[in-house]
């Protein structure tokens, strides 16, 4: 059974940095692109970045030049880095894992930026 475990969440000021964690019960090879989504309150949930298998980037604009997504094959572990957050960033964050016949999802992990 596949599971993607977060962590890394909190409460961070504006400018600060996070780092989430998504770590994959199998092979990271079973999926051809994983990814971060978050989801604020009231709002519906938006793409952040996803990363290929062979480690083709994307990020949502708002992101760009403040966070980058990476992957350890190793440890089976997708890493969102959030550098310069903003209140804007605060947001329930969820990992995404693309099979090939299924999506899956984390449980999420929440992301406070204070002001």
């Known amino acids: 059974q596949v599971q993607l475990v977060e962590s890394g969440g909190g409460l961070v000021q504006a400018g600060g940095s996070l780092r989430l964690s998504c770590a994959t019960s199998?092979?990271?090879?079973?999926?051809?692109?994983m990814g971060w989504y978050r989801q604020a309150p009231g709002k519906q949930r938006e793409l952040v970045a996803t990363?290929?298998?062979?480690?083709?980037?994307n990020y949502e604009d708002s992101v760009k030049g403040r966070f980058t997504i990476s992957r350890d094959n190793g440890k089976n572990t997708v890493f969102l880095q959030m550098n310069s957050l903003k209140p804007e960033d605060t947001a329930v964050y969820s990992c995404n894992a693309l099979g090939a016949w299924h999506n899956y999802w984390g449980q999420g992990t929440q992301v406070t930026v204070s002001s």
């Open positions: 990363i290929t298998s062979g480690g083709v980037e």
């Open positions: 199998v092979s990271i090879f079973s999926f051809s692109a």
